[in-house]
């Protein structure tokens, strides 16, 4: 594969490590890196790589500032700062999210609006949310502004849907604290749903500002199509799907086993979740919201003094970049599913979790990368855990 000119401002913005690289190489540098941590615990299979590695990211995030001039300018920080590094157009972005994000400089400037001052806490827009669905092609804008009051809002927004009228809805968030957070607590919908869908594994998907979808949905099928094939369901298996978001891995698997329970903290997320099992009849999958770690502890415990209750067979975990905690871990082991299914977004914390799970009577019996970042370091990961039988 040709390489693609570099983008001009890769050294500042600090997200494509990879810049130069070709796809091929980048291939077999995460594999490598994957291999060098895993292959002393079981296989490291080949890593599958994307057909096409540009404009992946279904999720874009601007931030907006000023120039020194006084220019509205949009971007990205720059890597271990807050400073705004301006950003026209990325190459593993959306590129109609960037082109919605340019019309949105041009009209600020138009309307004369004020950019938020993260130093004195002053101005009104702050950053721009936008989410499409490559497979619906619905787009939703989240607006956040460090003020409820959004002076000539209707007007800016008429403004912007006769320039995109592809946009499907509209949210405004208020963020008001002084945070580094993205969004605030409050937010209304002002034009559309307030949320869009999408289809993912032959199921529909809701999606609003604050739920996780993965980035790059391309690569997430042949992730949780791989993830199953793997768990090598038998039909009958009660599983339990840790850190679940928005019921993706969940509602993919009910299709294979006999039930599901999704775990998850993030109360927008569960309540999509929820939907998203109505949405597509499935009736063989509850959702939790609670913390995943917790939520283990207390089934651990319960299913001790109750024989009746069913500990899972399988236990499914796609947990943050940092990993699973020993809180829920060691409930996991106490309950002895048959199979652990991990799907990892940082080989350093999967290695670290799988070490911990091998001193506790299971066996690491594969890793399956997966490029769901290309042009980034990120490697994704699948491993396949068993109980050993004593």
Known sequence: MTIKEKCPVHKKC??????????????????????KLMSKYCKVYPIIGMDDPYHYRNKVHAVFDRDRRGNIISGVYREGTHEVVPVESCMIEDQLADKIIGTIRKLAKSFKMKTY???????????????????????????????PVFPSRNNFIKALLK??????????????????MVLGDREKAIYGKGYI????????????????????????????????EVAGFAGKEHVIDAYCGIGTIGLVA??????????????????????????????????VCDDAGKFMVKMATAAKKDSEIRVPD??????????????FLSSMVTMGPKKVVYVSCNPITLERDVKWLEKKGYKAQGVWPVDMFPFTTHAESICLMTRVEK
């Open 163 to 180: 320039e995109h009228p592809e946009i499907t809805t509209i949210v405004h968030n208020i963020n008001d604290k002084r945070t580094s």
């Open 117 to 147: 001052d993260e130093d004195t806490g002053y101005g009104l827009l702050r950053h721009v949310l936008i989410k499409r669905g490559f497979q619906t092609g619905q787009v939703m804008v989240v607006i956040v502004t460090g003020s």
């Open 197 to 228: 869908e999408d289809i993912l594994c032959g199921r529909k998907f809701r999606i609003s500002a604050k739920s996780f979808y993965q980035v790059n949905p391309v690569q997430t099928e042949v992730l949780y199509k791989k993830a199953m």
């Open 254 to 287: 009910s299709d294979y086993v006999e039930s599901v329970i999704g775990v998850e903290l993030n109360r927008d997320a569960v309540r999509d979740a929820i939907g998203n099992a109505k949405g597509n009849q499935v009736k063989n999958v509850r959702f």
């Open 14 to 35: 600090g997200g494509c490590h990879y810049q130069g690289i070709s796809y091929e190489e980048q291939l077999k540098i995460k594999e490598k890196m994957i291999g």
């Open 314 to 327: 399988v236990v499914i975990l796609d947990p943050p970049r940092s990993g699973s905690d020993e809180a």
